[in-house]
């Protein structure tokens, strides 16, 4: 079992959709959470950062972390194309072993 | 602040040579780590350098090396290169090391 599971997509929306992407763990010393954003050849980019369990909102980004069941969730609410993407999630324990450890990644497209 | 910056930006090399990636945090970050991201196993962490001692590694072989400096500015050098080291290579950014880390544009090296 990996210890990252993602969706594997891809996924379509139409415009203006609520788009929920998602990611379980087996590891529980995971404490950081985070989503990261990638556009096509570019370096991913810090979209969400949660530290434990409960939910941050920036915007229209959402991030759920459920550590009793190891979930994580991303919610993009009012979908834009500009959100077309690939989202990828990652976590890290609080030890000196801060390395990431990512999902997959899921490509998201927004239809105009 | 300045972003992560990564030098540089494209790379072709043939079998055997080697090479050496350049990364600059962001200012006041001491923590840099490298990840290398290919299309069939997603990104893979590396190593992390944390005040100019390597603090962690990744299940990489002894060709794929690195160190930091002083001022933080971290290099990455693979020898004998071999066509699977074809990859995107990422470099990140992190005050602490834990939590939060920030990618740089990475080096998108193609072995022939």
């Known amino acids: 079992q990996k210890e990252v599971e993602q969706d594997p997509g891809p996924l379509s929306v139409p415009e203006g959709a609520i788009v929920s992407l998602n990611c379980t763990y087996s590891?529980?010393?995971?404490?950081?959470f985070m989503w990261y954003r990638q556009y096509s050849r570019k370096g991913p980019e810090l979209l969400m950062y949660?530290?434990?369990?409960g939910n941050k909102e920036d915007g229209r980004f959402t991030a759920q972390v459920d550590k009793s069941s190891k979930y994580i969730s991303l919610f993009i609410r009012d979908s834009q194309p500009s959100d077309s993407a690939t989202y990828l999630c990652?976590?890290?324990?609080?030890?000196?072993?801060?390395?990431?450890?990512f999902g997959k990644g899921i490509t998201l497209s927004v239809r105009p | 602040k300045a972003g992560v910056t990564q030098t540089p930006r494209y790379l072709i090399k043939t079998r055997g040579q080697q090479v050496t990636l350049s990364c600059s945090p962001i200012?006041?970050?001491?923590?840099v780590s490298w990840y290398q991201q290919t299309p069939g196993q997603g990104l893979q962490f590396l190593f992390e350098?944390?005040?100019?001692?390597?603090?962690n590694k990744g299940n990489f072989p002894g060709r794929f090396s690195g160190r930091q400096f002083s001022n933080s500015r971290s290099e990455m050098n693979v020898s004998t290169l071999e066509l699977g080291d074809s990859a995107l290579y990422l470099c990140?950014?992190?005050?602490?090391?834990?939590?939060?880390?920030?990618f740089g544009p990475g080096t998108r090296l193609l072995v022939l």
């Open positions: 990140a950014s992190s005050e602490r090391g834990v939590g939060q880390k920030y």
């Open positions: 590891n529980s010393a995971f404490q950081y």
């Open positions: 949660t530290y434990s369990s």
């Open positions: 990652a976590m890290s324990d609080t030890g000196a072993n801060s390395k990431l450890t």
């Open positions: 200012s006041g970050h001491r923590s």
């Open positions: 350098y944390f005040s100019e001692t390597q603090r």
